[in-house]
C-alpha cells in the first residue's frame, strides 16, 4: 500500500522558514522522482520542485528558486522541502507526489502518488 505522510507545515511570519518532511511509504521509493506541489484556495495545483531518484537533480518553479530546497534520503524514504524567506504568495496546502517517470516533470498530472498535504500560512 503506497503511502505519502506530509509534516511540517504551520503558521509563519513573512520572511521565515519552515522545512516540510514526506515520510513515504512506497515499492522501490529510490526509483522514483518525488516532488512538492502546492495548492491554494481557488487555484490550480502548481509544482513546486522536484528531485531526481539519484538525488542529484533537482528542478524548482521559478517562485521558488532561490529560496526552496528539495531534497531526499533513499535509506530512510523521506523527501524534505527547506522553505526560506516565505511570502505570503506561498500560503498553500503543499502535497509529496511521487512519479514513475524517469525525469522530473512540472505538471502535477505527471504524479502519480500523493500525499494528504500539509498546509502553509504565511501572514504579513
Known amino acids: 500500500q503506497v503511502q505519502l505522510v506530509e509534516s511540517g507545515g504551520g503558521l509563519v511570519q513573512a520572511g521565515g522558514s519552515l522545512r516540510l518532511s514526506c515520510a513515504a511509504s512506497?515499492?522501490?521509493?529510490?526509483?522514483?522522482?518525488m516532488g512538492w506541489v502546492r495548492q491554494a484556495p481557488g487555484k490550480e495545483r502548481e509544482f513546486v520542485a522536484g528531485v531526481h531518484w539519484t538525488g542529484r537533480r533537482t528542478d524548482y518553479a521559478d517562485s521558488a528558486k532561490g529560496r526552496f530546497t528539495i531534497s531526499r534520503d533513499n535509506r530512510a524514504n523521506m523527501v524534505y522541502l527547506r522553505m526560506n524567506n516565505l511570502r505570503p504568495e506561498d500560503t498553500a496546502v503543499y502535497y509529496c507526489?511521487?512519479?514513475?517517470?524517469?525525469?522530473?516533470?512540472?505538471?502535477?498530472?505527471?504524479?502519480?502518488?500523493w500525499g494528504q498535504g500539509t498546509q502553509v500560512t504565511v501572514f504579513s
Open positions: 512506497i515499492p522501490r521509493f529510490e526509483s522514483l522522482v
Open positions: 507526489a511521487a512519479s514513475r517517470a524517469t525525469v522530473i516533470s512540472s505538471a502535477a498530472v505527471n504524479y502519480d502518488y
